[in-house]
């Protein structure tokens, strides 16, 4: 699952995997890629649950992209999502993910099944080893070592303790250095041929990463990753006009 989209413009902001983005009660984090309904096509882009719908915020309300602290412009607004268990293969995987309808001056069709990027079952398996990387609104790029693939912790959700099985732990390649920060929420990881492998949402004491793996977040969302073909189809960026380029 290579690609999740790319565009960019002169004007400071970019719709792109690791933008900064912002609900409307002032929960913030990251982009982690352009994905495709499967319903009807459209493009909507995936993020952490807890950015999109953080702080009470409800479906219906508006989603910005940040090109600094101090200017915002909005994409779209929040549609749905869940941060809660879903069950894939008779295995129970924690996910924190949401979907995210762009605005209808951003994308302005529904794009084609060729669209799409590499099917949901051909993701490769993580094992631990295996090198990552994410973009984060935080941190800027991160490259580091998955260390666990069935990780498990309690974490305290709406007021209640809940268990997150099956995580996937990813720590820094820089010695003593952190993965990940605060605000890197919902950014994409991806592997070392850039297929997108997961989704982060937490960080660890020591600055690891975690994330939930790719495959029963997109079926929880009925989403697909979609391909540098569809990020062109994102064709006015921002409601700006303005002529965008595949980075």
């Not at 982690?32 to 499967?38: A, M, P, Q, Y």
């Not at 490769?124 to 994410?134: F, H, N, R």
């Amino acid at each position: 699952m290579a690609d999740g989209g790319a565009i960019s413009s002169e004007n400071g902001y970019a719709l792109e995997s690791g933008a900064a983005i912002a609900n409307a009660r002032g929960a913030y984090g990251t982009l982690g890629f352009v994905g495709l309904r499967r319903d009807n096509g459209r493009a909507v882009i995936v993020t952490s649950y807890h950015v999109a719908f953080g702080r009470g915020a409800v479906a219906g309300e508006p989603v910005s992209i940040l090109a600094h602290e101090d200017a915002a412009r909005r994409i779209g607004r929040s549609a749905y999502g869940r941060n809660g268990i879903v069950r894939l293969g008779g295995d129970d995987f924690w996910v924190d993910c949401a979907v995210v309808d762009l605005d209808s001056g951003i994308v302005g069709r529904a794009v084609s099944e060729h669209d799409v990027g590499e099917a949901d079952d051909e993701v490769p398996p993580l094992a631990v080893g295996d090198q990552l990387s994410a973009a984060g609104a935080a941190t800027g790029v991160t490259r580091g070592v998955v260390v666990n693939v069935a990780f498990s912790d309690r974490i305290l959700v709406g007021g209640r303790i809940t268990v997150t099985p099956r995580q996937i732990v990813v720590r820094s390649a820089k010695p003593g250095g952190a993965f990940s920060a605060p605000g890197n929420s919902g950014a994409a990881l991806r592997n070392q041929r850039g297929q997108i492998v997961g989704l982060l949402w937490g960080i660890t004491p020591r600055g690891d990463g975690i994330a939930s793996p790719i495959a029963p977040l997109l079926r929880l969302l009925h989403v697909r990753i979609g391909s540098a073909a569809a990020a062109r189809d994102v064709s006015t960026l921002l409601g700006a006009r303005a002529d965008a380029n595949l980075r």
